[in-house]
Every structure is written in C-alpha cells, then in structure tokens.
DNA sequence: CGTCGGGTTGATAACTTTCAAATTTCGTGG
DNA sequence: CCACGAAATTTGAAAGTTATCAACCCGACG
C-alpha cells in the first residue's frame, strides 16, 4: 500500500528500495487531529514542518478587516510549512479542516534525506517546487478570469492534484470543502461561489454536491477553463540536470 | 560603490571580504538590454538565470485570451528565474520593461557559491525566500483587497523592496511602469488604474505622475493599505538555525 | 505634420457584493 | 426516533464596484 506521498512521487522519478524506505521514514504519521485545528500562524518562527498523510488542511493569511485569503489547501501526500523550518518569512497561518494525520519533519531529517538519498531529496524540492508554481496559478486564476472559470480551473486543479495521489478519478472527488472555503480561496463572496456551482451545474459542467465533485462534462471543462495540467503532471526531467553531487 | 544585492544581504547578514567578493563575482553585469525585451517563455526548459543589475523586469503569464496576469516585477537586485536552472516548472515568461544589466548566473556558479560561501549562500536564499513570500503577498492584495488597498499596498510594496536597494526614499521613488503594466499587475483595468491613481492623488495620499511614485502622506497610506513590511525587512535570523554545514 | 503610445474622462453595461431571509443538512441530546 | 440548534446552502433584491466602449489630450518621434 502506497502513501500518497509515494505515489506523487513515483510520478516523477523511480526509487529504489533504499529511497523508498528513505521516504517512508520520513512519514510514520505520529499526530492525529480533528478539524478545525491551527498548526501555525503568520510570523512564527522555527516552526515545525509536517507531511499530510490523510485528510485536508488550509493555508491562508488574515486580513485586519477580518476577511481572509487562502492561499492554497494542503492535500494528502503536500508538504505544510517546508520554508518555515528553513526561512523565517512572514509565512501564512495553516487550519485543519478535516480529521488529518500528518508526520512532523525536522529540519534534520530533511538534512539527512539530502545526503543519504540525494535523488530522493531532488524529487521532494521538485515536489515543493511544483506547490509553489500553483500559487502562481492561483494568482493568475484570482487575477484575470471570471468567477466562472476561476472555480472551475481551480476545481480541475484540485482533482489534479488529487489524482496524482490516487484520490480522484476524471469522474470527480471527495471535495470537504464549504462554500466559504472555497470563497476565500476565490478571492468571491461564499453567495456568489454558491451561484457559481449552480451555473456549473446547469450548464451540465461539473456537479459539486454533498462533499462530492463529480465532472459531468470533463472535455467541456477543461475547455472552459483553458486548463492545462502540464505544470502538475510533467515528468521531472530535473534528474538528469541535477547530477547527485548537486545535493551532497 | 555596492551593487543593489549586496545593499540587499547586507541588511540579512554581514558578509566578510570573501564573501563579499564572491558576490561580487556572481553579478558582474555582462548583458544589456532595451526595454521590451523577452528573456524567456514559459515552459521553456534549462533556461539560464540572472541578476538584475539596474532596470526594471516583469514576470508574467499570458491567457488564452490575450489578457495576461503579471506576477511580480523584478528591481535592481532581484534574482530572475533561479527556479528554472534548478527545475522545469511551467514558469512565466519574464520580459524587460527598461534598459537593463545583468548578468548570467549559471547552475553551476550557484553550486560553486554554496560550497565555497555557505553564509553567502544562505542569504541569497533567504532573498529568494522573500521574493516568494511577496507572490502570496501579491495573492492577498488580488484577491481580498479593494483596488483603492490593493494599488496603495502594491505602491507601498515596491518602495520597501527599492529602499532595500537605496533607490527609494520615505518621499518615493523612480517608477517605469505604465498604467497598463500596473492594472495587468493588480488584475484591473487599465482605465480604473487610472482612477484609483486620480483618487489616491485627490485623497493627499500618493501621486504617480511622470515615471514617479511620490508619497505624499506616508502614514496614512500605510494605515489604509495596512501594509505590514516585516515580511520584507526583517532581520533574517536564519543564519543562526542553519549552520554552515546545512549548506556543504 | 501625422502617427503612436500613454494618459484622462464620461457614459453605460456587466459583474459581484451585501443584506435579508428561507431552506436544508447534520450532529447531538431527549 | 424525534426535536433542536448550529452550520451550510440557496434564493431574491438592491447597492456598489469595476469593466467596456468611445472619445479626447498630450508629448515623442520620424
């Protein structure tokens, strides 16, 4: 039985024994907590960082006003809060909002991944790398498309993801998000979100419903959206540019 | 006579001579450049990195549909693409909007960098570390702020990075952009960037006239934009949690 | 001159939010 | 099993924000 971890990764590079066993060190999940838990806030330092084994999590940033923006969830097999064991950058705060079970890494054991298992390390930077070029994404999605096409990219991006961690199908996902959520990622009123799903809807798109969101017209979607999940789903080539002794 | 980056690090940490002078090494400037110049396109695969030198460089990405999203704008001491030379994410394509210098940084002159100044090269991360931070920043203002906030906080944004820098004062600073880079910043119209600038300017807060941001009450724009820079100024205490050996 | 990129302004249309309220869902205790 | 309350979803109407369209102005430049 893979972890989604593993399994994103297998996309990327194939581990031998040795790195694979490297990575499941990594991630015996050792906390379990409910919904609605703070791992972290803005501004801590020497933060702990965790892997996501089960369940999903959201990062975000808290206006004065006490409006907030997500700025991206954390799903199974995602790093949360890498840059914050390394760099104290005014990071964002970071929310359970399922039951989730995530292993907690030290700056050490990721230290130690780097010079016992180096191309294991390069896919795990090429990982964080690719969770940091959706926050582009994201920008670009809350920047410069309709609230239409803004939820259904983000939608398609979301079961992306998940699919590469085995937990969706191009038939759709389990999608714990409210409404609220998703206004605040959207950077949309949760009302105006709610009248967007049912355009989606209507228009025989997509159906998100009871926790599920099933694609009823992926193609059309897609169309819709101009997605293209080249950025998620590319094969690493970075393991023939970055020769082992790149990360000693 | 200091270059903009190591004004730059010198406010994260204090370099000695070597340190100093393979810095100097790094950005010797060996390219120049007329405005609108492209300097890489998204997708594209082992693409060289730089240091910007003086001009200003936007980094974008385009829509189907002809709009595009800009993602940051890169100053005087900004790293530009080190991403690329490092991985194939789906980056953004990154055009100039002045004259520019900079030079060509290589893979293999950032390893060199890390083994032979470790301390050097911490700070160079942390400054990249930071450079991201301001995307999610970026986020923030498209997303939750209204475009009056959000233009006061971006204006605001870009005079902390150029103080850092030495080329903005309290009063403001030199501004190359137009109206139409800015509105394709801030995912607005071109037209209401022209507005909201009307408005600041009427509000005694900030005028943007000429190629020049001048703050006008400085305080009350900080106070509306609730512009927190510490994301941007702090002292990076990084280099006592990460020791030399960190970084071999 | 005449054109072109940038800036400015007004009028109108489109999109999105806000406010208010009804409805549904769901866990919990009676 | 049902009742209850909190949270989430849904809908309508009105207000506000921002985009679009159409001009016009201005200085740089050939």
Redesign the interface.
């Known amino acids: 039985m893979q972890t989604p971890l593993a399994r994103k990764l297998a996309h990327y590079v194939a581990l031998d024994t040795a790195e694979l066993a490297a990575l499941e060190m990594l991630q015996r999940p050792d906390r379990v907590l409910g919904p609605g838990t703070e791992l972290g806030w803005e ?1 801590q ?2 933060q702990k960082a965790f892997i996501l084994a089960s369940g999903w999590v959201v990062s975000y ?1 808290t ?2 006003d006490g ?3 997500i ?1 991206d969830f954390q799903v199974p097999g995602d790093f949360i809060g890498v ?1 914050n064991i ?7 705060s970071f929310e359970t909002i399922t039951d989730v079970a995530l292993s907690e890494v030290s ?1 050490a054991d990721l ?1 130690a991944v780097f010079s016992t298992a180096p191309r294991l390390a390069t896919a795990i ?2 990982a964080l ?2 969770e ?2 959706m ?6 999605d ?4 309709s609230a239409l096409v803004r939820t259904a990219h983000f939608l398609l991006e979301l079961g992306a993801r998940l699919r590469l961690v085995g937990l969706a199908s191009p038939d759709g996902y389990d999608c714990p998000l409210t409404q609220y959520l998703l206004a ?1 990622a ?2 949309l009123s949760a009302i105006h979100v709610n009248r967007v799903l049912r355009r989606l809807r209507e228009m025989g798109l997509l159906t998100f419903r009871d926790g599920v969101v099933r694609f009823d017209d992926l193609d059309a979607l897609v169309k819709l959206a ?1 997605f ?1 999940m ?2 998620l789903m ?1 094969a ?3 393991l023939q ?2 020769p082992p002794t ?1 990360a ?1």
Request: contains cysteine; hydrophobic residues 40%; aromatic residues 6%.
């Open positions: 501004g330092i020497g940033k206006l004065r409006s907030r923006q700025v840059r390394l760099f104290r950058t005014a990071e964002h700056g230290i930077l090429w790398s690719c940091e070029a926050v582009v994404e994201h920008l670009v809350v920047g410069r498309r605040d959207l950077g101009e293209d080249a950025y590319d690493g080539p970075l540019r970055i790149a000693p």
